[in-house]
């Protein structure tokens, strides 16, 4: 098996590239984030060789000497032109090549065979206590910038303001994030990925929804709070969705399919809708008839590692979908939970007015109390996102364990 780390990719007409975003599979052997045209070999039986990419360069910093407790089980070679990679990867006998199209080599163009990347992606599901120390230490990473933000909206400062405080908290910088920080202030709370981080301030702090993560050794974490300025109706939403949130944290159990805990979700959204008076309707019926979609309109979470969402969430060791619930078209994990996998439990209630719009039209519409809807609107919407570690008994939240080592 060989696998690349992949290439610095310039932008269209420009001597500039891209942040680097190394192959997850190169990731997944060693903890070498920003190595572009690094090469691992692996033939059974023999030590895994590493080409390892070190130029002489003064327009950058090179990578550094290899160190780390892996590099003792590697033979590893220093290259300093990407091209003598080819001189240390093996050239007989059968071999999976993995990687992007665009960094292959003379002779060594990736292959991508598909029942070996199915086969990778499904097992990658399973942490092994290394990438569970590593998901810990993410989380940790990712605490203090929630913190600090929660004390930047506090303060009354701007999305950008807030999201510097985070980045200065975590030492991270934009683009060695696992994803764009998500720092909606009032209503931009209600766009799923917001994707701005306005630099005014607006003239009041209502509510705060905070989506943001950290990187250890290239895996990740990802995080939401919701914050309110105190108002009745709306600090009873966001107590409301972290209950839920909170029971379907300790649902995280091997042998449960993890689709019955995404529909559980709307079924408590829905008595949440309901005991809040913000949609008179018998929750099953709000399931049923696509309500409470109008409120959650994404799935209930993903599973979360070498990439913020990982890979294989619904698909089986042979590439086949397993299938979503029809009319949930955006779940991203649709397998059983068992021992190793770590997963996302991310409930929301949302006020989107474009989905709003559609139910005021529909016959479900006369069931909305749209005052409060109107009210709850300028809040934008509440989402809480825990990282959750399905064990043999009861699950491991990695967020709140780093909240309360950290808080
Ligand atoms: N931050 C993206 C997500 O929660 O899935
Ligand atoms: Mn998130
Ligand atoms: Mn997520």
Redesign the pocket.
């Known amino acids: 098996m060989i696998i690349t780390s992949g290439i610095a990719k310039y932008r269209f007409l420009d001597d500039m590239h891209y942040p680097f975003k190394a192959n997850p599979h190169f990731l997944h052997w060693l903890p070498l984030t920003q190595h572009p045209y690094s090469w691992i070999a692996y033939t059974p039986g023999k030590k895994p060789v590493l080409a390892y990419y070190q130029p002489d360069d003064y327009w950058h910093v090179p990578p550094t000497a290899p160190e780390g407790d892996w590099v003792e089980h590697f033979d590893i070679r220093i290259l300093s032109e990407p091209a003598d990679a080819v001189h240390h990867l093996p050239s007989t006998g059968r071999s999976a090549i993995i990687g992007e199209d665009d960094s292959g080599l003379p002779g060594f163009a990736p292959n991508n065979p598909e029942s070996v990347l199915n086969a990778l992606h499904f097992q990658r599901a399973y942490k092994t206590p290394y990438e569970l120390s590593r998901q810990r230490l993410a989380q940790r990473r990712a605490v203090p910038g929630h913190l600090a933000a929660r004390a930047g909206f506090l303060a009354g400062q701007s999305e950008a303001q807030i999201h510097a405080a985070y980045l200065a908290a975590t030492g991270h910088t934009d683009p060695d994030l696992p ?1 764009n920080n ?1 720092i909606g202030l009032n209503e931009n709370g209600a766009t799923l ?1 917001y994707q701005y981080k306005n630099t005014q301030a607006p003239a009041q702090h209502r509510a705060l929804l905070i ?3 950290a990187e250890v050794d290239g895996y990740a974490s ?1 995080i ?1 709070r919701t914050w309110g300025n105190g108002d009745a109706h709306f600090q009873a939403l966001i107590d409301a969705v972290e209950r839920e949130q909170l029971a379907l944290c300790a649902n995280v159990r091997a042998g449960t399919d993890y689709r019955d805990l995404h529909l559980d979700c709307h079924l408590r959204l829905g008595r949440v809708l309901k005991a809040l008076d913000i949609v008179d309707m018998d929750p099953g019926a709000m399931l049923e008839t696509g309500v409470t979609s109008t409120f959650f309109p ?1 799935g209930l ?2 599973p979360i590692g070498l990439q ?2 990982d890979i294989a969430g619904y698909t089986d060791e042979n590439g086949q979908l397993i299938p979503r619930p029809a009319g949930h078209p955006f779940l ?1 994990m649709t397998r059983t939970l068992a021992p190793g996998m770590v997963v ?1 439990i ?1 409930p929301g209630l949302y006020f989107i007015p474009t989905l709003l719009a559609k139910l005021k039209e529909s016959q479900h519409g006369h069931a909305v109390n749209w005052k409060n809807v109107e009210h709850l609107a300028k809040f934008g919407g509440v ?1 809480i ?1 825990d990282e959750v570690h399905c064990t043999d008994g009861a699950p491991e939240n990695l967020t709140r364990d780093a909240f309360a080592e950290l808080s």
């Open positions: 994803y998500i990925h989506d943001a993560g990802d939401t994404h979470g993903h913020v969402h991203r996302t991310e989402r996102e």
